[in-house]
């Protein structure tokens, strides 16, 4: 990665600067302080390093709960004041166990259709966070603690579930069938760490 003039960036009077952080996918996960110190260490090491406003320290995330964030690009504003990293971020960014910080939502302007793009990446987030944070009694834990050969034959079977939908008339059911498919290759995504951002990649240059 390019490094980023530091000279570019407005930090605040305590050497602070806020940075934004947004998966590969598009999704916010959190917000954070940089100081130089945490910059430079991000870019020497790869790995999100912040500074730590309560505890006065740098900080590494997921040092402790190894949900690290790998960046992936560092972007700057118009008014140089605040940051946008780019990570790969592995398990949950948020402390509760959620994938986002941003989970609760306080004000909705009425009513508008999902967006598919952002079901499908909310979906892989939740399957992503099931096997970072396993539950009791979730089919999706059940699969990964099986392993890739479970997984794997479920893949199939579903498949083959799909296409004999198709062949029929009722066209609810291959609507189920192509959904249950979505799922259970998302679970086979996420077991072998293959994102969203790397499937539409590799999509948009065929």
């Known amino acids: 990665m390019d490094k980023m003039d530091i000279s570019m960036v407005k930090f605040d009077e305590k050497g ?14 959190m917000l954070a302080y940089m100081n130089q110190e945490a910059y430079e260490k991000t870019l020497k090491t ?4 912040y500074y730590s406003r ?23 504003d118009c008014d140089a004041d605040t940051l946008l990293a780019k990570v790969r971020q ?8 959620n994938h986002s910080c941003f989970y609760r939502d306080i004000y909705a302007a009425g009513h508008k259709e999902a967006d598919p793009q952002q079901v499908l990446k909310d979906v892989y987030a939740v399957i992503a966070d099931r096997k970072a944070n396993p539950k009791e009694g979730s089919y ?3 699969l990964f603690d099986k392993g890739i050969d479970k997984i794997l034959k479920k893949v199939g079977e579903e498949a083959t579930e799909m296409v004999i939908a198709a062949k029929n008339t009722n066209s609810n059911e291959v609507v189920y069938e192509m959904s249950d498919f979505l799922y259970h290759m ?3 995504m996420v077991e072998k760490n293959v994102s969203w951002a790397e499937i539409t990649g590799e999509l948009s240059r065929r």
């Open 140 to 142: 999706t834990n059940y």
């Open 54 to 76: 309560s505890r006065q320290e740098l900080w590494i995330k997921g040092m402790t709960s190894g949900h690290f964030q790998f960046v992936r690009s560092l972007a700057v």
């Open 186 to 188: 998302m679970v086979l």
């Open 16 to 29: 602070l600067v806020p940075a934004i952080v947004q998966e590969e996918n598009g999704q916010v996960l």
């Open 46 to 49: 790869g790995t999100m390093t």
């Open 90 to 97: 592995l398990g949950s960014a948020c402390h509760t166990g």
